[in-house]
């Protein structure tokens, strides 16, 4: 009985997670550009579509969504995900280009005066552009480390390639991530003589990371693999963060 219910629950917990996931996105992408469509709804243009679904402007200001009929409030969720996904696309073609950039640049400069604001823009940012297609290349390199003692091994990403200020030893920057979060870590400054490369996908190391190791490959190649010239760096002294 106990196996059928590890089984019911392992087919289950998957499934249920990943609702939770796809409705928190969308919750927050619907979210983010509701407030357009509701006050095209209140605007006179709109007032008819209103009255045509037997639904006031009152009664919406009220009850939002949930005095709509359950279809119509879903259409109109879709409408304000896919309003999102047209505004995060012009604003990235905005600011892709001199005069966006330009834009860009005038207010982070306002962002950095104000101390507390400019520690969690800067480090939010950090983040997200480490986790963009366009920094994917940062994590094609899977590898173990000696962490948090020398006598136990934890896995990390290669992320840059770096040089000692005074020897001009080369150095590896690494992401080493934290269960259950992979979001968070540590960034560790090693000697390349120091870490275990592994032939592993960036997917079967994020898998043995989110599952605690459960999915653990069944054979860890413990062997030093010659290093791959993918990840280029500039000359910069050696420099450690702690993330989370």
Known sequence: MRSRITAGLILVLPIWITILVVSFVFRMMRDASLWLVEAFLFSPIGRPLLSSWQVSSEQLAEEGLEALPVLLAWGIGLVSVVLTVVLLYALGAVTTNVVGKRIVRAGETLVDRV?????????????????????????????????????????????????????????????????????????????PSDVIELDWSIEQAVKAIMSGGVLMPDVVPLIRIPAKPDIQGPQEPPTAVLLG
């Open 115 to 191: 101390p507390f604001i400019k520690v969690v823009y800067q480090s939010s940012k950090k983040v997200l552009e480490t986790f963009t297609a366009e920094s994917t290349r940062a994590f094609q390199r899977v590898v173990l480390v000696p962490f948090p003692t020398k006598e136990s091994h934890t896995i990390g990403f290669v992320t840059h390639i770096c040089k000692d200020a005074g020897t001009g030893e080369e150095l590896y920057s690494l992401f080493v991530p934290t269960v259950p979060n992979p979001t968070t870590g540590y960034v560790l400054i090693v000697r």
